[in-house]
T-cell receptor, first 114, second 117 residues
């Protein structure tokens, strides 16, 4: 079956540090890949996505590249801010009768200290 | 835009009682709503998929008689946990897919924390 494995947290970094959160997946076919972010007290929000191999998703300074050869979709940001503190979820989707069914990783809690 | 709300945000109930959780799409109509469950330090697990006006489709291992889902309108889905027990304590999250969208993106609610005593 489909599965997503992501870096366990929590991760604590200083402001302006470089961030990498690892994510690897197992899936049949060619899934789409996503990063969601959950800020305290809020619902999950789509951060970025990639729908095919070698695609790069980017948003708010975050980037992730769909690597089929390594089945990975690592999240990176060059200089993090305190406002980036949140829980980050890697996910993949598969089409099922017209609906996208998401499979999530366990989430990585990120805390940025000033 | 694309806001999803859940009510209540947290609830405590006694073992054996039933609890209803509402999921509303506030500024869009949702063809499909999804219900997830999240245990501490674990990923979101899809429980069921509901389409407006039809019966929900449950994932393997989810008891449909225990977790009743009603998607009566294009803006409201409810999850009722019947005869709740302490092992049902969890964080329940819903998401919704807008009618018009072509990318099938899901918009998530903030979640409901259920504690059964």
């Amino acid at each position: 079956g489909n599965s997503v494995t992501q870096m366990e947290g929590p991760v604590t970094l200083s402001e302006e540090a470089f961030l990498t959160i690892n994510c690897t997946y197992t899936a049949t076919g060619y899934p789409s890949l996503f990063w969601y972010v959950q800020y305290p007290g809020e619902g999950l929000q789509l951060l970025l996505k990639a729908t095919k191999a070698d695609d790069k998703g980017s948003n708010k300074g975050f980037e992730a590249t769909y690597r089929k050869e390594t089945t990975s979709f690592h999240l990176e940001k060059g200089s993090v801010q305190v406002s980036d503190s949140a829980v980050y979820f890697c996910a993949l989707s598969r089409r099922w009768f017209g609906n996208e069914k998401l499979t999530f990783g366990t989430g990585t809690r990120l805390t940025i200290i000033p | 835009g694309a806001v999803v709300s859940q009510h209540p945000s947290w609830v405590i109930c006694k073992s054996g009682t039933s609890v209803k959780i509402e999921c509303r799409s506030l500024d869009f109509q949702a063809t499909t709503m999804f219900w997830y469950r999240q245990f501490p330090k674990q990923s979101l697990m899809l429980m069921a998929t509901s389409n407006e006006g039809s019966k929900a489709t449950y994932e393997q291992g989810v008891e449909k008689d225990k977790f009743l889902i009603n998607h009566a309108s294009l803006t409201l889905s409810t999850l009722t946990v019947t005869s709740a027990h302490p092992e049902d304590s969890s964080f329940y999250i819903c998401s919704a897919t807008p009618v018009e969208v072509s990318s099938y993106e899901q918009y998530f609610g903030p979640g409901t924390r259920l504690t059964v005593t």
